[in-house]
């Protein structure tokens, strides 16, 4: 049976935020993980990331199933109806994700529906609730926020469908959906603060933060494990921390209002994601500041932080978050098809990377 894939139009015109994720380990490490052979464009390529790329890849390109594949037909014998609904798909992370679901996903061995939420929440809704008349099997759901979903998810469990989130987080009773796969965002936190602290070495350090989009779970568990532990060293001051929304130009505008605000003040700067991180280094640079006056940290671990990282250091430290996340989804619909119970909460292998890694780790990067 040949199931054809449905990518559906766009409900909204919009200029689209992009989100990053990650959670990692004091000890750093890489997986290589095989993703689609499309060419993935990082965020650093385009201005405030309003340029949508082709997603998806033909069938013809993955004739081979792996077991979880093989195992996840239904019960009646259908190929089981799933569907994803992203954040945002786009450039760089974003992309990697929605290539790695739809790569994964867009074989003969599923009923294969694709929605882009384009970083509205009124979109996703209405995704969900078109993915419910459909009697998906499962639908797996990239919220752009953590609230608000509660309705929606009651509805998706008493039509039978089951949901499950991968990246982002909802503040929903868990009951509603049956497991998440994604990053610790608080412990990513806490690990750039370590990091940070290590480096100082006891030196009085001021600090700027660049945050995500307000409610996403990025956003609140960096936030949240970054300040536990800067807050616990008396040397560190936070100058300021604004939402920069993920986004490139958002970025570059909060980042000068900081040095108009705090000039030299600054000795530390701190973005939510990648994104935003190119955005600080065009300000810097465009104000003739050379960006090696600073300590940078970002987070998402796209392949041109690790060239900047590379490049005399203009990157200090980048925590990963691993957004090829289709195959171990792919894993967890094949149980939830079978009707066996997953894990509620399910972390994504990480790294964190300093600049002194970069070199050898560049060649890994894959989107």
């Given amino acids: 049976m040949n199931m054809k894939k449905k990518i559906l139009p766009l409900l909204l015109i919009t200029t689209i935020a992009f989100t990053g994720c990650t959670a990692g380990k004091q000890d750093s490490y890489s997986t290589k993980v095989k993703t689609s052979e499309e060419q993935i464009l990082t965020s650093a390529q385009f201005g405030s990331g309003d340029k949508v790329t082709d997603v998806g890849a033909s069938k013809d390109s993955k004739k081979d199933k792996d077991k979880s594949s093989d195992d996840s037909s239904s019960s009646s014998g259908k190929a089981p109806n799933v569907w994803f609904i992203n954040n945002a798909n786009g450039i760089g992370w974003s992309a990697a994700l929605t290539t ?46 953590e609230d608000g979903f509660d309705d929606v998810l009651k509805a998706a469990k008493e039509a039978g469908c089951k949901v499950f989130l991968v990246d982002r987080k909802v503040s929903a009773d868990e009951s509603l959906y049956e497991g998440w796969l994604g ?73 000068a209002k900081y040095l108009d605000k705090y000039g030299d003040k600054i000795d530390v700067i701190v973005t939510h994601n990648d994104t935003m991180c190119y955005g600080v280094i065009e300000t810097l640079k465009e104000k003739n500041i050379d960006p090696n006056d600073y ?47 997953i894990d509620k909460t399910n972390y994504v292998e990480e790294g964190v990377f300093t600049a002194d890694m970069a070199a050898a780790e560049l060649p890994n990067r894959q989107y």
Avoid at 108 to 116: G, N
Avoid at 216 to 232: E, V, Y
């Fill in 100 to 145: 790695s679901m739809n790569s994964t996903f867009d074989t003969d061995a599923y009923d294969y529906t694709f929605v882009d939420g384009q970083g509205h929440y009124e979109v996703q809704i209405e995704a969900m609730n078109n993915a419910i008349a459909d009697k998906a099997d499962v639908i797996c759901l990239d919220p752009i926020q």
């Fill in 183 to 255: 990053s610790n965002f608080d412990l990513e936190g806490e690990n750039a603060g370590k990091w940070l602290v290590d480096e100082a070495k006891g030196k009085k350090m001021n600090i700027v933060v660049l945050q995500g989009g307000a409610g996403a779970s990025a956003q609140i568990g960096r936030h949240d494990g970054f300040n536990r532990i800067i807050k616990k060293n008396k040397n560190f001051k936070i100058l300021a921390e604004e939402k920069a929304d993920f986004d490139k130009a958002k970025a570059k505008t909060l980042m």
């Fill in 295 to 341: 300590i940078i940290i970002s987070f998402d671990g796209e392949a041109e932080v690790f060239k900047l990282m590379v490049d005399k250091a203009k990157v200090d430290l980048c925590v990963e978050c691993n957004p090829l996340l289709g195959p171990t989804t792919e894993k967890s619909v094949a149980k939830m098809v079978a009707g066996e119970t």
